[in-house]
Antibody
């Protein structure tokens, strides 16, 4: 079955750019939207943005100025870049599949990767 | 911008109790409403999509209902393994974005 795995640095310095990649295995990345969602410790879930396999994107308006997403269908991967990070960006970052057949619910999630912003 | 609220923010109930969690949208969102269960230290798990459709493999004691602005998640008979935080999530088609509710923490009394 389809599985997702996040990868990237666990520690990022303030003002730098956070970069994460999600690898899709067990199935094709094509014909789905793929999202990034984050969760600060002890807090709720925040949708960051999504990308379709065509490269079309939608971003959370509150983060839009700092977010860039990309997709590499040849590698079955999609990526997140979040610029000018601060301590408020410290969180567990999840990648997830946005399934349009399920009324745009997130039916498959990665295990999550903890990213700490600190000098 | 459509806001999502959940009530209660937390609850404590006995094993076997019927538990109801409410999710309210600040304006109508049709049926683009999903519910997730997140156990401590674990990844969120999809329970319900399209407001009332049970995701494959989810126990039938979970059910969802509602439309427009008011939605509910019901656990018909609370089990110890249901201790978790439950989140609602809406999808907005214009503009295309997603919002999660703040969550409801469910404990066993």
């Amino acid at each position: 079955q389809v599985q997702l795995q996040e990868s990237g640095p666990g520690l990022v310095k303030p003002s730098e750019t956070l970069s994460l990649t999600c690898t899709v295995s067990g199935g094709s990345i094509s014909s789905y939207y793929w999202s990034w969602i984050r969760q600060p410790a002890g807090k709720g879930l925040e949708w960051i943005g999504r990308i379709y396999t065509s490269g079309s994107t939608n971003y959370n308006p509150s983060l839009k100025s700092r977010v860039t997403m990309s997709v590499d269908t040849s590698k079955n991967q999609f990526s997140l870049k979040l610029s000018s990070v601060t301590a408020a960006d410290t969180a567990v970052y999840y990648c997830a599949r946005d399934n349009g057949w399920l009324a745009h619910a997130f039916d498959i999630w990665g295990q999550g990767t903890m990213v700490t912003v600190s000098s | 911008d459509i806001q999502m609220t959940q009530s209660p923010s937390s609850l404590s109930a006995s094993v076997g109790d019927r538990v109801t969690i409410t999710c309210r949208a600040s304006q109508g969102i049709s049926n683009y409403l999903a519910w997730y269960q997140q156990k401590p230290g674990k990844v969120p798990k999809l329970l319900i999509y399209a407001a009332s459709t049970l995701q494959s493999g989810v126990p039938s004691r979970f059910s969802g209902s509602g439309s427009g602005t008011d939605f509910t998640l019901t656990i018909s008979s609370l089990q110890p393994e249901d201790v978790a935080t439950y989140y609602c999530q809406k999808y907005n088609s214009a503009p295309q974005d997603f919002t999660f509710g703040p969550g409801t923490k469910v404990d066993i009394k």
